[in-house]
Nanobody
Framework: QQQLVESGGGLVQPGSSLRLSCKVSGFPLNFYTVGWLRQAPGKEYEGLACITNLDSPNYSEDSVKGRFTISRDRATQTVYLQMSSLTPEDTAVYYC???????????????????????WGRGTQVTVSS
């Protein structure tokens, strides 16, 4: 059974850092791209970052602005999102998701939109407040 489980969320003060984890099981991470997306109350999903099966990252500069870093630990099938300089605007439920989709060259895609991610975790709440 394919499963993604997020952890590491919580309540932090503005300017703080936080590292989110996404533990993957039930499918080989070596063939999938994993992305991090978030959803604030009343808003649509917002793609933040993704990392391909070859460890090539892609970031949404509008949302991340150089503050977030995505990484992958192949041995533990875990993908991380290191976040720094958090602001109240970063308050949202953060999700990790996976896709095995490929482009016309055969390379894994790394989308910053909710489709075409196939497998999703249940999310972890991040609240930034003083």
């Amino acid at each position: 059974q394919q499963q993604l489980v997020e952890s590491g969320g919580g309540l932090v003060q503005p300017g703080s850092s936080l590292r989110l984890s996404c533990k993957v099981s039930g499918f080989p991470l070596n063939f999938y791209t994993v992305g991090w997306l978030r959803q604030a109350p009343g808003k649509e999903y917002e793609g933040l970052a993704c990392i391909t099966n070859l460890d090539s990252p892609n970031y949404s500069e509008d949302s991340v602005k150089g503050r977030f870093t995505i990484s992958r630990d192949r041995a533990t099938q875990t993908v991380y999102l290191q976040m720094s300089s958090l602001t109240p605007e970063d308050t949202a439920v953060y999700y990790c998701a996976a896709t095995g989709g490929r482009d016309w060259t055969g390379r894994n895609i790394c989308p910053l939109t909710s489709p075409p991610y196939t497998f999703w975790g249940r999310g972890t709440q991040v609240t930034v407040s003083s």
